[in-house]
């Protein structure tokens, strides 16, 4: 496809963009049934909530340590290519999380579908900036929510009914047809002209080490200090040579260049406030549900629905407004709505009602929603558009570095006190709601992103 072709022709427009979503389906539902089932793999494998919430973390890990590693190559190979790839990439490790007889073997799988889905998440928000024209990227990135918002309305209780009705293991063959789908469709995705470069090798495992020994710190901090302290001064060593590495080359591996984009650098940060935000809620609330509460999978199921359910009614919404008004004050009231939601849950009894849980949950849900389409626009149209696949491996590691951090979270608040872990995980979810908040302030008074159209 020609450089300077603003979207794709119709009909070719459509069947993209259906295979889009079929890439972002498998990512979505994988994530959040894996979540669900965290409390009944844990009791399956009797292991520790801490040691179960590796099921998630290894597979984020390995998300956000190639997420760039594979932004770069679909320049250099081609998106068609490597969207395929990905796909049978990531079947096979949901194949094997079939199959796993064990917590390590389950972990092993999880890191394959790590790989598979960095290679996918990589390349959907370049996609993104290539299928539609350029007047039509908000309402784009509303699809892509509506799609995000139906699939996380069906995977609660998708996974509560597999759960219910069968062994866990089979919540990771739902993705085995949708992939084959995928893979069908491929053949509409836009041939985009490739950028011969060398691998740029140095960036790649200095990435891999920063968010590596991240995330790992964080897990380990209270149950082993001394290691969890050097994995995260490795971490911070790290991403500082990353930095350095990175601002003396033109088109570096991890666009440290486009940071220097004030609107750019602040969606990214509230990106990533909110994802820790969500992450820490969708991780410890079903540990809340099942070992506080006392529900069974099926109730947390329903009352988990309730927040993609608002993100599927505010995201049309959000994209309408986002023509309107400033980006920093959609996602300003967002982070806003999404705290109040959070703060809601927190306060609530034990004794309360299941329909006031679900309530909390939709306040937050709606909040999430709202604050999503706007800060993504502005993440996708404050870079250069032959800058599209970097600014789109950034907004995905924006957002996958909110999930990394959001679970560590969790795994270190049920390191602290196993009992009262999960309310602990909520209570951060809080604080990174308000912290987002405080940024879109920030953005809104000094009208940083006034120049994204």
Same mark, same amino acid.
């Given at each position: 496809?020609?450089?300077?072709?603003?979207?794709?022709?119709?009909?070719?427009?459509?069947?993209?963009?259906?295979?889009?979503?079929?890439?972002? #389906?498998?990512?979505?539902?994988?994530?959040?049934?894996?979540?669900?089932?965290?409390?009944?793999?844990?009791?399956?494998?009797?292991?520790?909530?801490?040691?179960?919430?590796?099921?998630?973390?290894?597979?984020?890990?390995?998300?956000?340590?190639?997420?760039?590693?594979?932004?770069?190559?679909?320049?250099?190979?081609?998106?068609?290519?490597?969207?395929?790839?990905?796909?049978?990439?990531?079947?096979?490790?949901?194949?094997?999380?079939?199959?796993?007889?064990?917590?390590?073997? /389950?972990?092993?799988?999880?890191?394959?579908?790590?790989?598979?889905?960095?290679?996918?998440?990589?390349?959907?928000?370049? =996609? =993104?900036?290539?299928?539609?024209?350029?007047?039509?990227?908000?309402?784009?990135?509303?699809?892509?929510?509506?799609?995000?918002?139906?699939?996380?309305?069906?995977?609660?209780?998708?996974?509560?009914?597999?759960?219910?009705?069968?062994?866990?293991?089979?919540?990771?063959?739902?993705?085995?047809?949708?992939?084959?789908?995928?893979?069908? !469709?491929?053949?509409?995705?836009?041939?985009?002209?490739?950028?011969?470069?060398?691998?740029?090798?140095?960036?790649?495992? !200095?990435?891999?080490?920063?968010?590596?020994?991240?995330?790992?710190? /964080?897990?380990?901090?209270?149950?082993?200090?001394? /290691?969890?302290?050097?994995?995260?001064?490795?971490?911070?060593?790290?991403?500082?040579?990353?930095?350095?590495?990175?601002?003396?080359?033109?088109?570096?591996?991890?666009?440290?260049?486009?940071?220097?984009?004030?609107?750019?650098?602040?969606?990214? =940060?509230?990106?990533?406030?909110?994802?820790?935000?969500?992450?820490?809620?969708?991780?410890?609330?079903?540990?809340?549900?099942?070992?506080?509460?006392?529900?069974?999978?099926?109730?947390?199921? /329903?009352?988990?629905?309730?927040?993609?359910?608002?993100?599927?009614?505010?995201?049309?919404?959000?994209?309408?407004?986002?023509?309107?008004?400033?980006? #920093?004050?959609? #996602?300003?009231?967002?982070?806003?709505? =999404?705290?109040?939601?959070?703060?809601?849950?927190?306060?609530?009894?034990?004794?309360?009602?299941?329909?006031?849980?679900?309530?909390?949950?939709?306040?937050?849900?709606?909040?999430?929603?709202?604050?999503?389409?706007?800060?993504?626009?502005?993440?996708?149209?404050?870079?250069?558009?032959?800058?599209?696949?970097?600014?789109?491996?950034?907004?995905?590691?924006?957002?996958?570095?909110?999930?990394?951090?959001?679970?560590?979270?969790?795994?270190?608040?049920?390191?602290?006190?196993?009992?009262?872990?999960?309310?602990?995980?909520?209570?951060?979810?809080?604080?990174?709601?308000?912290?987002?908040?405080?940024?879109?302030?920030?953005?809104?008074?000094?009208?940083?992103?006034?120049?994204?159209?």
């Amino acid at each position: 496809m020609d450089s300077k072709h603003d979207g794709l022709p119709k009909p070719q427009l459509y069947w993209a963009v259906f295979c889009l979503f079929s890439v972002i #389906a498998v990512c979505v539902i994988d994530g959040i049934i894996t979540n669900i089932g965290l409390p009944t793999i844990q009791r399956d494998f009797g292991v520790t909530q801490q040691e179960s919430i590796w099921v998630v973390n290894a597979y984020n890990i390995v998300l956000i340590s190639a997420l760039f590693t594979f932004s770069s190559l679909a320049d250099r190979f081609g998106f068609k290519r490597l969207l395929r790839v990905g796909l049978v990439v990531f079947g096979i490790g949901a194949f094997g999380s079939l199959l796993s007889q064990s917590l390590t073997m /389950l972990i092993c799988t999880r890191i394959i579908q790590g790989f598979g889905a960095a290679m996918l998440m990589s390349l959907t928000g370049g =996609l =993104l900036r290539n299928i539609y024209p350029k007047e039509r990227v908000a309402m784009g990135i509303a699809f892509n929510g509506m799609v995000i918002g139906a699939c996380a309305l069906i995977a609660p209780s998708l996974g509560a009914f597999i759960i219910g009705i069968s062994d866990w293991h089979w919540i990771y063959g739902f993705s085995i047809p949708i992939i084959i789908l995928g893979l069908l !469709l491929s053949r509409f995705i836009p041939r985009l002209p490739r950028v011969k470069k060398a691998i740029d090798y140095k960036s790649a495992l !200095l990435n891999a080490i920063t968010f590596g020994s991240l995330v790992a710190g /964080l897990d380990i901090i209270y149950s082993n200090t001394l /290691l969890g302290v050097i994995l995260l001064v490795v971490s911070l060593a790290s991403v500082i040579t990353l930095y350095k590495h990175s601002l003396a080359q033109e088109h570096p591996m991890v666009p440290v260049d486009l940071l220097k984009i004030v609107s750019f650098r602040d969606a990214a =940060l509230v990106s990533a406030f909110a994802f820790i935000s969500s992450t820490a809620c969708m991780v410890a609330t079903p540990f809340y549900f099942e070992h506080v509460l006392g529900y069974d999978t099926k109730t947390v199921g /329903l009352i988990f629905s309730s927040w993609p359910v608002a993100g599927f009614i505010m995201g049309p919404i959000s994209a309408k407004l986002s023509a309107r008004f400033p980006a #920093a004050l959609l #996602a300003g009231i967002g982070s806003l709505i =999404l705290t109040g939601g959070l703060i809601m849950f927190a306060l609530l009894p034990t004794d309360s009602a299941k329909y006031m849980y679900a309530l909390a949950l939709f306040i937050s849900g709606l909040g999430f929603g709202f604050l999503q389409t706007p800060n993504g626009k502005t993440l996708l149209l404050a870079a250069p558009q032959n800058r599209a696949s970097a600014a789109g491996g950034m907004q995905a590691t924006s957002r996958i570095f909110g999930q990394c951090v959001g679970g560590a979270l969790v795994a270190t608040s049920f390191s602290i006190n196993s009992e009262e872990g999960a309310y602990y995980g909520i209570m951060l979810s809080v604080v990174a709601a308000i912290i987002a908040a405080i940024i879109n302030l920030y953005r809104f008074i000094t009208k940083q992103d006034s120049q994204v159209i």
